[in-house]
């Protein structure tokens, strides 16, 4: 599936995608690619202005997250949902959605030290996108409390500095 998109051939990523989600239904990777993928074919159908056609796919990939959610076979790895989640939002251009899904990373069961940390680091940027520049500077004031994750405390830095603008 990542050579499919790697190689701009999502349709074959996507087709491949659900045959392993409808095989393994308890395995939600395979849900988190789909909904990657169709939001990553909604971009494409949007560039060609086929706007209903990427509405559509939209809507598809966020109510596979919903679901997701619901899953009860999924709880053990609902930190990771909520910031995959956040992380389409905020391709999607919904900051204060995607800010709301990195808050429930953070709370979620069985959420690891460095998404939280990211987690943070994400909301911060995503109220920042919002422009919700005080719950921003909050979260990453927390960034900078927990031990560094990638380039974490840089960005959270950076993020007291000045408002995150996106990449």
Same mark, same amino acid.
């Given at each position: 599936?990542?050579?499919?998109?790697?190689?701009? =051939?999502?349709?074959? @990523? *996507?087709?491949?995608? /659900?045959?392993?989600?409808?095989?393994?239904? #308890?395995?939600?990777?395979?849900? *988190? !690619?789909?909904?990657?993928?169709?939001?990553?074919?909604?971009?494409?159908? =949007?560039?060609? +202005?086929?706007?209903?056609?990427? %509405?559509?796919?939209?809507? !598809?990939?966020?109510?596979?997250?919903? +679901?997701?959610? &619901? %899953? !009860?076979?999924?709880?053990?790895?609902?930190?990771?949902?909520?910031?995959?989640?956040?992380?389409?939002?905020?391709? *999607? #251009?919904?900051? #204060? @959605?995607?800010? !709301?899904?990195?808050?429930?990373?953070?709370?979620?069961?069985?959420? %690891? +030290?460095?998404?939280?940390? =990211?987690?943070?680091?994400?909301?911060?940027? @995503?109220?920042?996108?919002?422009?919700?520049?005080?719950?921003?500077?909050?979260?990453? &004031?927390?960034?900078? @409390? =927990?031990?560094?994750? /990638? %380039? +974490? *405390?840089?960005?959270? /830095? #950076?993020?007291?500095?000045?408002?995150? &603008?996106?990449?």
């Amino acid at each position: 599936m990542v050579l499919y998109k790697h190689e701009q =051939r999502l349709a074959e @990523s *996507l087709a491949l995608s /659900r045959a392993l989600q409808d095989k393994y239904p #308890r395995n939600y990777l395979f849900k *988190l !690619e789909t909904a990657n993928t169709l939001i990553s074919q909604a971009g494409v159908e =949007r560039q060609a +202005s086929h706007m209903a056609a990427a %509405d559509g796919l939209e809507k !598809e990939a966020l109510d596979l997250f919903g +679901s997701l959610i &619901r %899953d !009860e076979s999924s709880k053990r790895a609902l930190a990771v949902i909520h910031f995959r989640y956040a992380e389409e939002l905020l391709a *999607l #251009r919904q900051p #204060r @959605s995607a800010a !709301e899904q990195c808050l429930a990373a953070v709370v979620a069961a069985n959420a %690891d +030290s460095q998404l939280i940390t =990211r987690a943070h680091l994400r909301a911060g940027q @995503s109220f920042d996108l919002a422009g919700k520049r005080n719950e921003a500077l909050a979260e990453y &004031r927390i960034v900078l @409390s =927990r031990p560094n994750t /990638r %380039d +974490s *405390l840089e960005q959270a /830095r #950076r993020g007291l500095k000045e408002p995150y &603008r996106g990449k």
